[in-house]
Each structure stands twice: as structure tokens, then as C-alpha cells.
């Protein structure tokens, strides 16, 4: 079963974690299911760029994003070249490292 390494976030997951996923989850899920709470004001359905994630390791394992990810993407946040929305992001076979940035775009936001 691939693992998905959290590198630490300062409120999310102050002391990262190693999470063993099932292949074909998404990572917004994985994360959710193993209680780091990742905004995800869209719920999932891709409408919004919340969820970003910087894969730093295994990006390659992933399901290619498609064109509305993409263009998304474009509105995140810090955006690196191994950005995907996480909501997006399928697991694959291989181990993942991801970073969930500092900050998120969310307008809609309450506790800001």
C-alpha cells in the first residue's frame, strides 16, 4: 500500500505524518480520512484551488491532471511546477511526499 509522507504545516499537521493509503484515493481524501483537515471549500468537485498541494516527491505516479485542474491551478497560491489540486490527485503505486502551502485562496472562508 503507498504511503503518502505530510511534511509538517504550522496549524494542519504540526508534526507531519505518514499515512499508508490505498492506491486510487484521492490524496484530499487520504488526508480527510486520517484527520488533517485540508480546506476544501468546493467539496471536491474542482471548482476551486483550497485543496492545493506541492507534491515534492512521486509526482510522475500520479493521474495526469486535466485541463480545468490546470487552469485552476494557475489561481493557487504559491504554485510550483509539481502543484496539484488534491481533490484532483489519484494515488498511484508509488510513495508520495506533498506540502500543503502556507496559505490558501478562500474567499468564503470564515475564521480569517
Same mark, same amino acid.
Given at each position: 500500500m503507498p504511503q503518502i509522507v505530510v511534511l509538517p504545516h504550522e496549524t494542519l499537521c504540526p508534526e507531519g505524518a505518514v499515512l499508508e493509503v490505498p492506491k486510487g484515493v484521492s490524496v484530499c481524501d487520504a488526508l480527510l480520512d486520517n484527520d488533517i483537515e485540508i480546506e476544501h471549500a468546493c467539496e471536491k468537485s474542482c471548482a +476551486?484551488?483550497? +485543496?492545493?498541494?506541492?507534491?515534492? =516527491?512521486?509526482?510522475?505516479?500520479?493521474? =495526469?491532471?486535466? !485541463?480545468? !485542474?490546470e487552469d485552476l491551478l494557475d489561481m493557487a497560491w504559491g504554485l510550483e511546477a509539481t502543484s496539484r489540486l488534491s481533490c484532483q490527485a489519484v494515488v498511484g503505486d508509488d510513495d508520495l511526499v506533498i506540502e500543503i502551502p502556507k496559505y490558501t485562496i478562500n474567499h468564503a472562508r470564515e475564521n480569517h
Open positions: +476551486c484551488t483550497t +485543496c492545493h498541494v506541492v507534491v515534492r =516527491e512521486g509526482f510522475g505516479s500520479l493521474n =495526469e491532471a486535466e !485541463e480545468k !485542474e
